[in-house]
């Protein structure tokens, strides 16, 4: 594992991460929603650059990439849920957003592992 994924602000999966997260929040700008989609897109997609931004900070921290799973996963199922599946583009948006989400924090996992585990020898 190479030095730079244990530093703090270095890690590609995290800085994707918080992209997705503030696309997701800012989505309701440009997409028509009604006040539930927009205030779901704007918590989880908030809440997912904060975790993203966290694990920036912090790459010892591995539990960060379980929360951004699951923040994805909420993401993803979030217009059937909260019931905005008639709005194509948010429903089209929470759902590529998941996907992207939960793939980054499955593909960071090694990495925070690692980072955990070069924290633990200092």
Do not use: C, K
């Not at 997409?31 to 966290?54: E, N, P």
């Not at 379980?66 to 194509?88: D, K, R």
């Amino acid at each position: 594992m190479s030095e730079v994924s244990t530093r703090a602000w270095t890690r590609p999966h995290d800085w994707a991460e918080v992209v997705i997260g503030v696309v997701a929040a800012l989505s309701p700008l440009w997409l028509s929603t009604d006040t539930t989609a927009m205030w779901t897109m704007v918590v989880l997609g908030a809440l997912i650059a904060l975790d993203g931004l966290v694990s920036l900070a912090m790459p010892g921290m591995v539990y960060g990439e379980g929360v951004q799973i699951a923040l994805g996963v909420l993401l993803f199922i979030a217009p059937w849920v909260m019931s905005y599946t008639e709005f194509n583009g948010a429903s089209w948006t929470s759902w590529i957003a998941g996907v992207l989400t939960v793939i980054a924090g499955a593909a960071a996992m090694p990495v925070a592992n690692a980072a955990h585990r070069t924290a633990g020898q200092h």
